[in-house]
Nanobody, 126 residues
């Protein structure tokens, strides 16, 4: 399983940005793919997860309202659309995947992901 994030960069507060996570070496069926972020000096934070099988989603409180996760099974790519970005959204964003053996909520809150990408950095200027 390989995951490659892209789409990060420098944006201004209030802008929107869509991150991509391209998967290789596996098919989405039976897997869940999640998004996390880590800001400098802070702990990793879970954001959202999507089921590769049925595209159901789960969001943490940090992501609800401004972030939307989606998947394209044919392209084995997962997206994280972020809107109304704030300087506090500045972080390195990671996607992660693993077999969907339990609920998406449990996978996200317990960080049940064994495969991780290298991350893509997002800087939001004020």
């Amino acid at each position: 399983v390989q995951l490659v994030e892209s789409g990060g960069g420098l944006v201004q507060a209030g802008d929107s940005l869509t991150l991509s996570c391209a998967g290789a070496g596996f098919t989405f069926d039976g897997y869940a793919i999640g998004w996390f972020r880590q800001a400098p000096g802070k702990e990793r934070e879970g954001l959202a997860v999507v089921s590769g099988s049925d595209s159901s989603t789960y969001y943490t409180d940090s992501a609800k309202g401004r972030f939307t996760v989606s998947s394209d099974k044919a392209k084995t790519t997962v997206y994280l659309r972020m809107k109304s970005l704030k300087p506090e959204d500045t972080a390195t964003y990671y996607c992660a995947a693993d077999r969907e053996l339990t609920s998406l909520a449990t996978m996200m809150t317990s960080v049940l992901f064994g495969f991780w990408g290298q991350g893509t950095h997002v800087t939001v200027s004020s």
